[in-house]
C-alpha cells in the first residue's frame, strides 16, 4: 500500500501569472505484521510513473448555445492531455497546462516516504475561478500515478484562482518600464537590489488603485423633488474591504422613509445573442431613515466573490443597488419646537425609487483569502 497526499505550500488560492507549488509525498507505511515466508523483494513497494498537471474546466447553462472547440483557448494544451477531466455534455476543458513527469520507477521500502515539488505557472490571460449561474470555471491540479499493469489512479486538488485587471497589469508594466538600471558605476560594497517579481508589482499596482481616495457626490431625486445626496468615498474596492458612504438628507424636498443598498454583481453571456442577465445579491443595508439628517453606509465585501472579469462566455461586472421609500404625505413633517408629542399617520402613500452605481471590484492578496476562507490543507490518496 502507498499513501500518496499533496499539500500547498502557500495555500489554496493564487492570483493570474502566478505559480502553483504543490508538495506531493508518497509513503510505504510498516504494516503491523509481515508473513516470514515474505521475501526481500515483496517487501518493497513500486510506481511505474507519476505526473501533474492544472486542468480548468468551464461549466456552462444547458439553456445557453453550445460554443464550438474553435473558440477554445488556442496557445494552451486542450481536452487530448495525458490525464483526463471528467467532462459532461455541458461542460468542457477550458484549458490544461502541459503534463509534467514527476518521476518514473518509484521503489519505496516499509516506512520510507519520498517528497517532490511540483511547480506551474498560471497564464495570466486564462479566467478566474467562478461559479455563476449562466458560466463555471473550476480549477484543478489532476495528479495521476499508476502500479505496472494496474489502472492509472487519479487525485484532484482544488484550487482558487484570482483575476488580475487589465489596469492593474497597465499600471504595473508602466511602473516595470520606468525602472531602469543606473548608469553609476557599480560599487562591490554595495548590496545588489534584486529585481521586483511580475506577481509582486501587480500587487503593488492593486493596492495603488485600491487605496486612492476620490470622493463622488451624487444628488438623487425624483420628480417630485430631491430625495439625498449620497457620498461614495472611493470607487475602486478590493476583496474582503468595506464599502464605506454617507447619506445627506438636509438638502431633501421629499420625505425619504426607508433606504436599502445592496452588493449586487450582474452576470452576463456574451455568446448568446439574448444576451442573458443574471443579477446576484450578496450583501445588504436597510435603514429606516425617517427624521435622519445623516446616516452613513457600511456594505463588507465577502472574501468568497469573484472580482469583476471578462472572457469570450461572460462578462462580470459589480454595483450598488439603492431603493429609496419617499412619500409626499404632509403628515410626516417633524413637528414644531414647541410641540409635546406627534402621532403617525395611520396610512402613508409611498413611492419606490431604485437606482444602481456601477463599482469597481478588484482582488487582493492570496494570503488575505486564504486566512478568510479556509481551504482542505492536505489531500490523500490511497494506492492498495
Known amino acids: 500500500m502507498i499513501e500518496v497526499s499533496a499539500k500547498l505550500v502557500r495555500g489554496h488560492v493564487f492570483l493570474s501569472g502566478e505559480v502553483v507549488e504543490c508538495i506531493i509525498s508518497f509513503n510505504h507505511p510498516v504494516a503491523t505484521a509481515h508473513k516470514v515466508s515474505q521475501s526481500h523483494a515483496d517487501v518493497f513497494e513500486g510506481l511505474a510513473w507519476a505526473s501533474a498537471q492544472i486542468h480548468c474546466q468551464c461549466f456552462t447553462d444547458a439553456r445557453l448555445p453550445k460554443a464550438s472547440n474553435s473558440e477554445n483557448v488556442g496557445h494552451l494544451t486542450m481536452a487530448n492531455t495525458a490525464l483526463g477531466s471528467a467532462t459532461g455534455d455541458n461542460a468542457k476543458v477550458e484549458f490544461a497546462t502541459k503534463p509534467k513527469i514527476i518521476f518514473c520507477d518509484l521503489r519505496l521500502s516499509p516506512g520510507q516516504v519520498r517528497h517532490f515539488i511540483y511547480r506551474e505557472k498560471i497564464p495570466t490571460d486564462s479566467p478566474p475561478s467562478y461559479r455563476g449561474q449562466l458560466v463555471k470555471y473550476s480549477y484543478k491540479i489532476t495528479i495521476g500515478t499508476q502500479r505496472v499493469n494496474s489502472p492509472v489512479k487519479l487525485m484532484r486538488v482544488p484550487i482558487r484562482v484570482l483575476p488580475l485587471a487589465e489596469a492593474v497589469?497597465?499600471?504595473?508594466?508602466?511602473?516595470?518600464?520606468?525602472?531602469?538600471?543606473?548608469?553609476?558605476?557599480?560599487?562591490?560594497?554595495?548590496?545588489?537590489?534584486?529585481?521586483?517579481?511580475?506577481?509582486?508589482?501587480?500587487?503593488?499596482?492593486?493596492?495603488?488603485?485600491?487605496?486612492?481616495?476620490?470622493?463622488?457626490?451624487?444628488?438623487?431625486?425624483?420628480?417630485?423633488?430631491?430625495?439625498?445626496?449620497?457620498?461614495?468615498?472611493?470607487?475602486?474596492?478590493?476583496?474582503?474591504?468595506?464599502?464605506?458612504?454617507?447619506?445627506?438628507?438636509?438638502?431633501?424636498?421629499?420625505?425619504?422613509?426607508?433606504?436599502?443598498?445592496?452588493?449586487?454583481?450582474?452576470?452576463?453571456?456574451?455568446?448568446?445573442?439574448?444576451?442573458?442577465?443574471?443579477?446576484?445579491?450578496?450583501?445588504?443595508?436597510?435603514?429606516?431613515?425617517?427624521?435622519?439628517?445623516?446616516?452613513?453606509?457600511?456594505?463588507p465585501i465577502p472574501l468568497h466573490v469573484t472580482p469583476a472579469f471578462a472572457t469570450d462566455l461572460v462578462c462580470l461586472k459589480w454595483r450598488l443597488h439603492f431603493e429609496f421609500v419617499t412619500s409626499l404625505h404632509k403628515g410626516l413633517n417633524p413637528p414644531g419646537a414647541d410641540a409635546t408629542s406627534w402621532q403617525a399617520p395611520p396610512e402613508v402613500p409611498i413611492e419606490t425609487m431604485v437606482w444602481s452605481l456601477p463599482i469597481r471590484l478588484y482582488s487582493t492578496t492570496p494570503n488575505h483569502v486564504t486566512q478568510g476562507v479556509q481551504g482542505v490543507a492536505v489531500h490523500k490518496l490511497v494506492i492498495r
Open 169 to 299: 497589469l497597465n499600471e504595473a508594466g508602466a511602473f516595470c518600464n520606468e525602472t531602469t538600471e543606473e548608469l553609476t558605476p557599480t560599487n562591490p560594497f554595495l548590496e545588489i537590489r534584486q529585481k521586483e517579481k511580475p506577481i509582486d508589482l501587480a500587487l503593488e499596482s492593486l493596492q495603488n488603485i485600491t487605496a486612492r481616495r476620490n470622493s463622488n457626490f451624487y444628488m438623487i431625486s425624483n420628480m417630485w423633488g430631491k430625495v439625498a445626496r449620497f457620498c461614495l468615498f472611493k470607487p475602486a474596492y478590493k476583496l474582503g474591504e468595506d464599502i464605506i458612504g454617507t447619506f445627506d438628507f438636509t438638502v431633501a424636498t421629499v420625505q425619504c422613509m426607508q433606504v436599502s443598498v445592496s452588493l449586487q454583481c450582474e452576470e452576463e453571456t456574451a455568446m448568446d445573442p439574448t444576451k442573458q442577465t443574471r443579477i446576484i445579491t450578496y450583501s445588504k443595508h436597510h435603514e429606516v431613515c425617517l427624521g435622519y439628517k445623516y446616516t452613513q453606509l457600511i456594505l
